[in-house]
């Protein structure tokens, strides 16, 4: 009896946020829902910050963003370390210890040398994911004109002008950019050419989109591939640390041409050296794009699903970016803890892993 | 009715992102080979059910990136091209 009238509520509930608020209530008032911007580049806020000739764009600071959470946190649980810990510190260790124990159990005695790099690049990535959730994220911006190529919306005062629902706006052209840009301005630009075929009355000069001031750090190819070469990077340093000189028989395989007396065969083991270049250089384009895809589709999935879905639907898209956010972290963290952990036992040594109780 | 040079081109833009998501079918199947795997050894094995899921999840991970890279093209021949 109780199970019914919940689901009775839950069907309520999505009728008056998915369809009545959405469709029917608020178009009536002239405030329907528009359509964000999706742009693979992350958005220029401002060329030529205060005079500085720094262009800082919405991902930078987001990115800046995730370092202020990442280093708060860090100063926080471990100032005045108490024996018995409180939240924050408990916090800390509890994940401290997870991450520890992972090391642990896949790079044995190496685990303390890639911990650090790991667990950093874990807890960096997940705040960078999660702060993708907050609201104002993404949504909360500037509005300007429409570059060519773009969806605008008339403007209204302060807010973009919507009145029908699923209503993605017009594409703006080159010609409707500077005809924006002369009314703003209020000077003389020069006219244009329209493109053939399009008159002069088609020239539309009141699109505007809008740019958010946050964006989400792991959306911007340049976080994510940056990521990705310093991981390789400390990969082949791990490498080179602790097997000297010799690392480099994983790529130039020496050994295998001194015994190609005794072991022809061995000579494919050289072959396939050159191809363990290709496998680590194909590497960085996968951690940048498996990172970067996985979060530019969960925000496009954000921007899109309450466009078309009102407001309760896209509550499963939450919950799924917040798992998707950890997975993310975690598959890069365990990714880069793996690979520095083979390149430390060297090539063809099969250590046994110690024993997960 | 006639149908603009721009048009034209938008429209093969959209069919282009829709064939461009062809390529989702292989790691949908790879992944659920994947789980087949991690299940069986769960039935064989439940008490190491916690390493088995850590490799599993690791294992959706790649499998995924590669349905993930389609997805990407599939959006910037969307939005960027």
Known sequence: MKGCLIFLAIVIAGAIFCVWIPFILLPDNGIAMALPVISVPGEKLCEDCFGTGITITNTIIGTLLADMVVLLFAFGATRHLKEVPGRLQGLFEVLTDALYGLAKSTAGPNARKIFPLMATIFIFVLAANWLELIPGVDSVGIMHCAEEGFSGYPADGAFLKVTEPLDAGEKATEADYEACHAKEEGVEHEEVEPEAGVGEADVNDNLHVVTPFVRAAATDLNLTLGLALIAVLAVQFFGIRTLGISYFTKFINTPALENAGKRPMGLMDFVVGFLEIISELSRILSFGFRLFGNIFAGQVLLFVIPFLAGALLPMFVYGFELFVGVIQAFVFGMLLLVFASMAMQGHGHDDSHETHE | ?81
């Open chain 2, 1 to 81: 009715m006639q149908v603009t040079g721009d048009q034209f081109i938008d429209a093969l833009k959209t069919i282009g992102a829709g064939l461009a998501m062809i390529g989702v079918i292989g790691p949908g199947i790879g992944i659920g080979l994947i789980v087949q795997g991690a299940l069986t050894a769960i039935g064989r094995n439940p008490d190491a059910s916690g390493q088995i899921i850590t490799n599993m999840i690791l294992g959706i991970a790649f499998a995924e990136a590669v349905a993930i890279y389609a997805l990407v093209v599939s959006l910037i021949i969307l939005f960027v091209l």
